[in-house]
Structures are given as C-alpha cells and as structure tokens.
C-alpha cells in the first residue's frame, strides 16, 4: 500500500519500512524451498495442486485449501502442477493494533490467536473454503492486492476491513457448517484475553503463574482453568511459544548472539532456550539461523 509496498531479491519477497499488508498471486510450478518468515501468512490454494511440507508433516494442497502460519513457522512447497496461491502477510503489530478487537471475538480470537497452537499444532492452521466461500475469500484477497497501489495513510480503514472480512470468511469455515450452533455463545473470560496482553507485551519478564494471576486479581488454579477453557494450553505454555516466535524473528533478522537472543525473549538460561525453541520449531536455534537467515520473507 506505498509506491513500492514489497521488493523482491533473489526470488524472495519481504516487506519494505511502512508497508501494512502484502496480497498477490503466485504461480508454482515445481517446488519452493524451505523459508520462514516474521509475518502472519495466509495462502489459500485457487488452483492446481501440490505438496506442502512443514513440521506438522506432509499435505497434499488442491484448490480450496488454506494454511494460515503464525510468525516463525518454516514451510515449503513440492511437486507443484500448477499450484495458484493467493497470499496474504502481515505483521503481527497490525493483530496488536487495528484488529486488537479480533482477539474478543470467539471465532477469530480462535483463527488468529489461539487455534494455531491448540492440539500441538505449533502455530499453523489449516482449513478449507469450498464452492461460494473460496469465491468469497478470493475476493477479499483480490481486492487487498489491488490496494498496494493506494496510498496507506488514505487507504488504512479499507485494508483492515478487507482483512476483517477475510478473516470472517476463513473462521467460519474453521468453525464448520455448524458453526452457529458450534461457537460460544460469549467471548472468553476478560482476563483471558488480558493475560495475554501482558505476557505479550512483557516477553522478558520473568513471569510466574502466580504473579501473572495477581495482576489479575485470580488465584492460580482459576486463571489456569479460564486460560486453557478459552486457549486450550495454559498460560505459562502460550508465553513459551509467543517467546519462541520472537526469538525465531531475532535470528533471521539480527545478527546478536544466541544467548542474547535468548535473554531478550525472556529465557536467560541457555540450555532451557535450547530446549524450548527446539520443542516449538523442530530445529535447534543455530539450525534456525543457518537456514532461514536473511531478509524476512514470505512464500511466492
């Protein structure tokens, strides 16, 4: 949404200073290699077929096919015929920021904050749109590409909306055809969504249960029984894995030292990062680095 919203180096596509959301079409045709990226990515298959491969394993993609991948998550792409995606990326301040409200909403707070990490998915959820909605959820994409033309500071409102209808679109088929009858009728508890908050934003603190619980005025067993009825881990187990999505930022975009990395996270204990990081990703940290350092990017 500036005169120059991405560039392209090398056949990697990364964000530029001031961009909001990238949008486009990209045409596979054999494989993309294995990448990681610093953004939230949406790629919904439109066309042909492929396989795509991540720490979750071996997919088979066909047109309708969506995998939405939390910051941090490598993935690749092989045996492509034809495979059309339409991505979408964005940062995850814009969640922070313009969309905080999402994280209230029961279908959407699920799409974007939590679904992506229940049932040890380790930050990627997939789902499908099928015959109307895969028209419906193209649309939006569409229209957010046409929108990097645009002036952002003129045209904000009209990609965040975008992106709201977007993800409106993708939670309800999350959801199910039965997903009015299927989704809570509340959002969660008020203290769910601002435990969040706080560990979010104080990733270095040396949190505990009990002072978490404090600052919101629960005991700790009530807090963890809130937190995992909304979240579906405990709280001290989504801080290790916000943890480990910004140490993964660190380690492709800077060049500070490991332990470093892992004190600015909030994990001064090399061995315990270690461990950590390997449990969320799959590869140790140095393993991270040595593969996806670079320029922040995102599949194409």
């Not at 394993?57 to 939405?68: I, P």
């Not at 978490?212 to 979240?231: C, D």
């Not at 709280?235 to 975009?253: D, G």
């Not at 500070?256 to 270690?274: K, L, R």
Request: glycine share 10%.
């Amino acid at each position: 949404m500036n005169a120059a919203p991405i560039s392209d180096s090398s056949g990697l596509v990364y964000f530029t200073d001031g961009s909001l959301v990238y949008a486009g079409r990209h045409v596979h045709e054999d494989s993309y290699p294995a990448h990681t990226h610093s953004f939230v990515e949406i790629a919904v298959v439109a066309e042909g077929g492929g396989t795509h491969l991540s720490q979750a394993g071996r997919r088979d993609l066909t047109a309708g096919d969506v995998v939405l991948l939390r910051p941090g998550v490598w993935h690749e792409y092989e045996e492509c015929a034809g495979l059309v995606l339409h991505n979408c990326c964005f940062g995850p301040g814009l969640l922070g920021r313009e969309l905080a409200w999402a994280r209230e909403d029961p279908l959407l707070g699920h799409l974007l904050w939590t679904g992506p990490y229940a049932l040890d998915r380790r930050g990627m959820l997939t789902t499908r749109l099928e015959g109307a909605a895969l028209q419906e959820g193209l649309s939006h994409l569409e229209a957010l590409a046409e929108l990097q033309a645009k002036p952002v500071h003129l045209h904000r409102g009209d990609a965040v909306g975008r992106l709201a209808l977007l993800f409106g679109c993708l939670a309800r088929a999350v959801a199910g055809p039965g997903a009015d009858a299927l989704a809570p009728a509340s959002p969660p508890h008020p203290a769910v969504a601002e435990a969040m908050r706080l560990m979010e934003g104080r990733l270095a603190h040396r949190w505990t249960l009990a002072e978490l619980a404090g600052e919101l005025h629960l005991v700790p067993g009530s807090l963890v029984r809130l937190f995992k009825s909304a979240v579906g881990v405990p709280p001290m187990t989504y801080l290790a894995r916000q943890r480990a999505e910004a140490a993964a930022a660190l380690l492709v975009r800077s060049d500070q030292p490991i332990v470093q990395i892992g004190q600015a996270v909030g994990w001064p204990d090399p061995n315990h990062f270690a461990r950590r990081f390997k449990a969320h990703f799959g590869l140790s940290a140095s393993v991270y680095r040595r593969r996806f350092s670079g320029a922040p990017h995102i599949s194409r």
